[in-house]
């Protein structure tokens, strides 16, 4: 049985235009761990995330992101999907005109044939739409779901169902799920909270990225990670989240003067 795969950033600074967010976070994770990532507005959580999937605006100045040793900075975002990585948007983008099975297919079909071009042959018909209405049986999500345009007039909760469903369809080896939990009301964090507890396993590593403890309380993070201005300053377990949710980041600032100096002088500067 072969080794779980690791995901390694070390000393990652990353920029935007001029102005730093990352300032030298690193963090180690596998395949089958839940990881918590936690910490005050403006801290660099989202910033993270989306280097991580390798979004444009996002520079990386120093240090690296790796797979099992392969850096993987110069790769763009269809690479680093095919390599099984993969970003809860905290706002999904609507896509009017295309249907959710559609979507889904195309983006099956390039992931696990990595050196498909575009307009070769996708995924057979008949074996997609099993394996949809399995996963989508197995997720208590209705199959006329899969008949509507992307997001296209969905309420929060079915458009984060919709990336549960993506995560249950694609099987990345690394999911990072940026505040997921935002703006959903407390049934529907339930429901995308089970969704991602029936998929979790040896097979995906996942970073929640959340203010809250309410997507915690069913998938119980190995570690949580606290960041404070551009960095990690703080690594614990599931206590620690627990306890940023009861007394917020105060005790955080105070063991770590010098990251809330910085933040204090950020926030200065852009007001």
């Not at 990352?22 to 995330?49: C, F």
């Not at 690479?79 to 993969?86: I, P, Q, T």
């Amino acid at each position: 049985m072969s080794e779980p795969a690791a995901l390694k950033i070390e000393n990652l600074h990353v920029s935007v235009g001029d102005i730093p967010i990352l300032k030298g976070v690193n963090l180690e994770m596998r395949q089958g761990e839940t990881h918590a990532l936690m910490g005050p507005n403006g801290s660099g959580k989202s910033t993270l995330a989306y280097t991580l999937i390798g979004h444009p605006k996002y520079e990386v100045t120093e240090g690296s992101i790796s797979i099992d040793g392969t850096d993987i900075v110069e790769l763009d975002p269809c690479e680093r999907a095919r390599l099984g990585m993969f970003l809860a948007f905290q706002y999904p983008v609507t896509i009017p005109g295309v249907k959710v099975a559609d979507f889904l297919r195309h983006a099956i079909s390039n992931i696990r044939n990595p050196d498909r071009k575009e307009g070769e042959d996708l995924m057979p018909m008949r074996d997609f739409r099993k394996e949809l209405r399995d996963t989508m049986d197995e997720l208590n999500i209705d199959f006329e779901f899969a008949r509507r345009y992307l997001n296209d007039g969905f309420s929060g909760g079915e458009k984060k169902r919709m990336e549960i469903l993506q995560l249950a369809m694609l099987k990345p080896r690394f999911a990072f799920l940026d505040e997921t939990d935002s703006g959903l009301d407390s049934d529907a964090v339930r429901v995308v909270s089970e969704g991602l507890q029936k998929l979790s396993g040896p097979h995906m590593g996942v970073m929640i990225i959340t203010h809250h403890e309410r997507l915690l309380e069913y998938n119980i993070p190995q570690y949580t990670h606290v960041m404070l201005a551009g960095r990690i300053v703080e690594t614990g377990d599931a206590a620690l989240a627990h306890e940023l949710h009861a007394n917020g980041y105060a005790g955080v600032r105070e063991r770590h003067p010098e990251a809330a100096a910085e933040e204090l002088q950020a926030q200065e500067s852009t007001t």
